[in-house]
């Protein structure tokens, strides 16, 4: 099936959703969510594909030479760079949820606290 | 909401997700096959500019202004875990222990932290001609420099890692780009255009501004990743919660203010 590397991506996005929802830890959440967006890198990474295509980096191929989608490619990267440092903020966020509230468990988090 | 009820939503929600998703995929092009018109100018583009990596052609050339959006972003995610990540006033430090270190795992931290900056410094300066540029190499020259703590310990680490140059050297590299961006408009051209000469396809000279901004984004990405390491480590190994001394953190459930006078008291 040619269209195989697609469902991939979506397959890819449920499982992190799915872990999102039944998370009982802030950190496996935030790991969750890493996979999710993960999904993306897939989906991008899949439709920028070229039979016989090489990266495309010109600097030792001659400058005919069939090359995979570099769009796609930079888009990609803009991504992983801005999902690390969410990531990062959102670590920070669950280290002062634990000193505040002494707990990573969203479901305990229910009250206000001043 | 219970879980349960919540993860019935979530099925019947990833249910209609994998419908129309594998739907959507069905009429896709055959995978591998797409004709990419947009692939085929940016490859044409950074060509003419004598850009031998197109990638980088395409972030800091073509789509150099969302480059610049996306380097806010770091620069916006690295404070805000700075102000979330502070000491706060009940917190204390405590001053990290010096470690004894096998001398083997010294010599091959020492070792590796010399090749991995020189790989990350190599990574940033060729971004215009092989893969890599700023972001990759600005992460593998922060990172490298953290095997120091696997090396010697923390207060080593503490030394060569003047903090504050490290929070104006991200600031920079951030101005940095911002005032290529306006020199390129003194020039008498566009926002980010790029103004400087090209050079010879595959040079390390080539590629006019795309060099220059992925010099200023390794530098600001350098700086933001030791920036962020460095108040997760400080969280770890130098600030204690409060209390800690007599019984644990704080619970849950106390509510408030009142809760830490009765517990002082008592």
Known sequence: ?114 | MSARARLWIFLVGAAGFAVLFAAACIDLPAFGTVPHPYGVRAVRAALSHHTSNVIASVNFDLRAFDTLGEETILFSAVLGTVVLLRQARDEHRKDPEPAVVHPRVRRFALLTLACALLVGLYVIAHGQISPGGGFQGGVVAATALHLLYIAADYRALERVRPLTLYEIGEAAGEAAYVITGLAAVLAGSAFLANVLPFGTLAALSSGGTVPVLNAAVGLEVTSGIVVLLARFLDQAVEIEEPGEDDGGPWDSGDSGGNGDEQRERA
């Not at chain 1, 039944?22 to 899949?46: D, E, P, W």
């Open chain 1, 1 to 114: 099936m040619t269209v195989l590397p697609y469902p991939v991506a979506g397959w890819i996005f449920l499982i992190g959703v799915y872990g999102l929802v039944t998370s009982r830890n802030l950190i496996h959440a935030v790991g969750c969510l890493a996979v999710t967006q993960s999904s993306t890198y897939v989906l991008l990474l899949a439709v920028g594909y070229r039979d016989g295509g090489t990266a495309p980096v010109f600097a030792d191929a001659p400058t005919d030479s069939r090359v995979v989608d570099p769009v796609v490619q930079a888009l990609a990267l803009t991504d992983i760079v801005v999902g690390a440092t969410v990531t990062a903020l959102l670590l920070a966020l669950v280290v002062q949820l634990r000193k505040r509230h002494g707990t990573v468990d969203p479901d305990a988090l229910s009250e206000l606290k001043g």
